[in-house]
């Protein structure tokens, strides 16, 4: 059998990407989950486009809610050939009937308990119309197909040692998507961290663990962090901000190549904590988190979240000067967007505040899909690319690039790097696209899903 598995994406950017840093492990994992006997493709739309004609038996689309409406655009390319098109990740599991009004099949969940099956179907011609993947233990799973993987990615190491997060934030589907805290054997994941046919020295030293919260359950990943310590990498990871009251783990992690931790500190207002349901976050406790980890020499990556209903416009312009004075080393901005499978998307279905006539890319982290609480939609809009445009300014890129003198060898280059990345943006100003105006005809949004939605008055049934 002849399998093509495209991830589906979207630029976010007015001209993409200069440089691709880090590719998703769901392309490469699927495949590995694909017996060697059958012939597998893998493509990154983020780097390569997707090929038009295909001599494939079988097409896999997986996607974010954002790019739906590019998935449903190539899965009509593809039907048009008669080659069945499957549907799989957040979008689809979330919204199955509007899936399969573009796709012949659709996988919700995790993809694991269901592959076997689907393709013993797909060879004896009865491929079902829904596979309801199953959470399950994380035992056995094969290595990521590295070697399937487009050259267009500066950092191809992607990981996965565990799925899920004990925290149940507001805006976030992890919970829902992947239920659940569970772990990988040890002596599984060394292997793969021990993998390293890459071409650059970089990319064999540089391991990206793609986990929403690595370090949750403290005596596993202090036996994996002893582990790692022979084996002379660097990582980074995303994890919560209580890790900092462990003196012990923040030594491991500094003995075994740490180089950064991703912390979801969302906002400084109290009022917005609450609201993003972060009761793990303190804000008059940030900086010395933020210290706590450079005094190991590791570089704080930070997300923040424009939208919560306490914010006002200066609050959001303001994030910027703000996350300089607690020592953030690269930040990433988004805009609050309300994803099926949040408690957010309840709330706001609930006080009629989802935006009806906004199409799914507005649902790409970088555009206003709902009707803030205290300004209009274009105002916030007009905060974030401010925020934006401060945060990445030549004065504070500079600033966080002379700070990183202080961090260890592998921090310092990546804080370098990124910082470098983003600051070209703006200089360039190569900025986060407006969708406003760029609507299209395919999975437009909201206001064409089946079951869920009532358009408003103007909106598609």
Request: neutral net charge; proline residues 7%.
């Amino acid at each position: 059998m002849r399998i093509d598995i495209v991830v589906v994406s979207q630029p976010r950017y007015r001209r993409g990407h200069e440089k691709n840093f880090v590719p998703p492990i769901t392309g490469i994992h699927l495949a590995a989950l694909v017996p060697r006997e059958h012939r597998v493709r893998v493509f990154h739309q983020q780097v390569e486009i997707p090929p038009v004609q295909t001599d494939a038996d079988l097409v896999f689309l997986s996607f974010f809610t954002g790019f739906a409406p590019e998935a449903y655009r190539l899965a009509g390319l593809y039907q048009k050939q008669g080659v069945p098109v499957v549907a799989g990740g957040p979008h689809a599991t979330f919204w199955p009937e509007e899936a399969l009004q573009y796709c012949d099949c659709v996988v919700t969940g995790e993809a694991e308990s269901v592959m076997s099956e689907l393709l013993n179907d797909v060879a004896k011609g009865r491929l079902k119309r829904v596979y309801r993947g199953q959470s399950q233990p994380l035992e056995h799973l094969p290595t990521p197909r590295y070697d399937l993987l487009n050259s267009g990615y500066f950092l191809p190491h992607v990981i996965q040692a565990t799925r899920g997060c004990p925290f149940s934030c507001s805006f976030c589907s992890v919970p829902s998507v992947n239920p659940g805290f569970r772990v990988r054997p040890v002596a599984e994941v060394l292997r793969d961290v021990r993998y390293d046919d890459f071409a650059d020295w970089w990319q064999r030293q540089v391991v990206w663990f793609w986990d929403d919260n690595l370090t949750a359950r403290r005596a596993w990943i202090k036996e994996l962090l002893r582990a790692m310590i022979p084996l002379g990498k660097w990582w980074l990871t995303q994890a919560s901000m209580d890790i900092v009251r462990d003196a012990e783990l923040l030594d491991l992690m500094e003995a075994s190549g740490c180089i950064g931790v991703f912390f979801g500190i969302e906002t400084f207002g109290a009022s917005s904590l609450r609201e993003a349901n972060k009761k793990q976050n303190r804000a008059d406790t940030y900086r010395e988190a933020v210290a706590a980890m450079h005094r190991r020499g590791i570089a704080v990556m930070a997300g923040f979240i424009a939208g919560f209903d306490g914010d006002t416009e200066e609050d959001i312009v303001g994030m910027a000067d703000r996350l300089m004075e607690i020592g953030i080393d690269v930040p990433f901005l988004s805009i609050l967007t309300p994803y099926r499978g949040t408690p957010l998307f309840d709330r706001m279905q609930a006080e009629d505040r989802l935006l009806m006539d906004r199409g799914w890319q507005y649902y790409n982290g970088y555009n206003v899909a709902f009707q803030p609480a205290s300004m209009a939609p274009e105002t916030l809009l007009a905060a974030h690319r401010a925020l934006w445009e401060r945060a990445f300014s030549p004065a504070h890129v500079t600033r966080r690039l002379l700070a990183a003198r202080h961090l260890r060898r592998g921090a310092a280059l990546l804080s370098a790097f990124m910082n470098g990345f983003y600051g070209f943006k703006r200089v360039s100003r190569n900025a986060p696209i407006d969708m406003t105006g760029h609507e299209v005809s395919v999975g437009a949004g909201p206001a064409s899903a089946p079951s869920t939605f009532q358009p408003r008055v103007g909106g598609r049934p």
